[in-house]
């Protein structure tokens, strides 16, 4: 293996390699997105006899609890390296598939949706971005970007496929093929392609350092989880994240709903995904360009600035022209979201104990997305109208933009920062 490795980065930098097996497993991820989900939930319901909010409350609830179990990933991450753990997520991923598709009842659906966002929507997206952040550098941003189309192509591919396998084999036989399909594409790229780290095959990130110098995984630099718990850059990356998250789910929860309360037709509601869509396949690498190429905290409070502005405009759409604004600023939002995950955690603490740091930030980004759509939810119950409550909303991200234009380096990395701030 690391002789291939060697022979392919002479011709071109290993990293690509790592990259496009990194975007593979964030679309293998899509067993565990709710935009998969989503095409299931009616079958399910009739088959198990169960209420739209019986299913909706165990898929809210198994979120927040495979939220908990990411700093533990995290960790697993940082002592046995993302390619082993790659392995074990991809046939968990593939058996919680298997599983799931023989539930009987409320609980075994519950422990279900559990299992498949831990594996899917957490701890493989937190492998592939973790891969990600040890072989690019200079270029993180643009290779995390790059990354994320992969989560574009499910979104594009999963839902069809899945109602497909549905109406072709039914809905429990579709998952045996999913999780089938999920160790087939996955397993092999990642058993014979994937090296942790560049410095084990006597490479540098972003492979500047061609393949002749030899570099440990001793020489990479890092904060403890305990000291980047200690610095106000983290509680900063955290709110603002946590802001992304939750409202980024409440939008595309309740999006419909919102436009047709508002005037739009449920047929004119629905063409607004696309167009978000294609405008976030677009936003995401300029996005990533834009970490690489400006300072990080200005390129932050810009994307929760757009997150002001997508749920302004939401609150403010009234015909098609104004639905199509929120559009192309709830695509904008998306892109900046996907791709700031991926890039904050490594920007800001380094790579040593990336894993932990980065499972501790992911988890607080889940459990905003479990919590995401009450605040909305409940305003409509209580009044008719989501207009005033999206405007409230938005003082929440307005704020996190403010401080976001605070954040630092840390001290223990100030004297190595990867980039300007």
Not at 190 to 198: G, I, K, N, Q
Not at 204 to 231: F, I, M, N, S, W
């Amino acid at each position: 293996m690391k002789s291939l490795a060697l022979r392919i980065n002479r011709r071109v930098f290993y990293g690509w390699v790592i990259l496009a097996t990194a975007a593979l497993g964030i679309f293998v991820s899509g067993a565990g997105q709710s935009h998969t989900f989503s095409v299931f939930l009616v079958h399910i319901q009739a088959d198990l006899g169960l209420s739209a909010t019986s299913v909706s409350s165990a898929y809210a609830f198994a979120t927040l609890v495979a939220a908990f179990g990411l700093p533990w990933m995290g960790r697993l991450v940082d002592r046995l390296g993302p390619r082993r753990m790659l392995v074990v997520v991809t046939l968990l991923l593939g058996v919680a598939c298997l599983a799931f598709g023989a539930a009987a009842g409320f609980l075994w659906l519950a422990v279900g949706f559990a299992a498949l966002r831990f594996l899917g929507q957490g701890s493989l997206m937190l492998n592939c971005s973790n891969l990600i952040s040890h072989w690019f550098d200079r270029r993180r941003g643009f290779a995390l970007s790059l990354m994320a189309l992969g989560f574009s192509a499910s979104m594009a591919v999963h839902p069809p496929l899945s109602q497909w396998l549905i109406d072709t084999v039914g809905w429990r036989q579709a998952w045996f093929w999913l999780g089938a399909s999920t160790w087939l594409l996955l397993l092999p790229p990642v058993l014979f392609l994937v090296h942790d780290r560049p410095e084990n095959l006597g490479l540098k990130p972003d492979g500047h350092a061609g393949t002749t110098a030899v570099h440990g995984p001793d020489t990479v630099q890092g904060l403890t989880l305990r000291e980047a718990l200690a610095t106000r850059t983290f509680w900063i990356l955290c709110a603002g994240l946590f802001g992304l998250s939750m409202l980024v789910t409440s939008l595309h929860f309740f999006q419909v709903s919102i436009l047709t309360t508002q005037g739009l037709s449920e047929a004119a509601a629905a063409r607004i995904f696309p167009i978000s869509a294609l405008v976030m396949v677009i936003a995401i690498p300029l996005v990533g360009r834009s970490l690489d190429r400006f300072p990080t905290r200005r390129v932050f409070a810009f994307g929760l600035v757009v997150m002001v502005a997508s749920l302004v405009s939401a609150a403010m759409v009234h015909d098609l022209t104004t639905a199509m604004i929120y559009a192309v600023a709830f695509g904008l939002n998306n892109g900046c979201t996907m791709t700031f995950f991926g890039y904050m955690w490594p920007r800001y603490f380094g790579r040593k104990h990336l894993g932990a740091i980065q499972g501790t930030g992911q988890m607080i980004g889940v459990i905003g997305a479990s919590i995401g759509p009450l605040p909305l939810g409940i305003a409509f119950d209580l009044t008719g109208s989501y207009q005033d409550t999206l405007l409230w909303l938005a003082v929440y991200p307005a704020g996190c933009a403010v401080a976001a234009l605070f954040l630092r380096t840390p001290a223990q990395l100030s004297a190595h920062p990867p980039r300007t701030e």
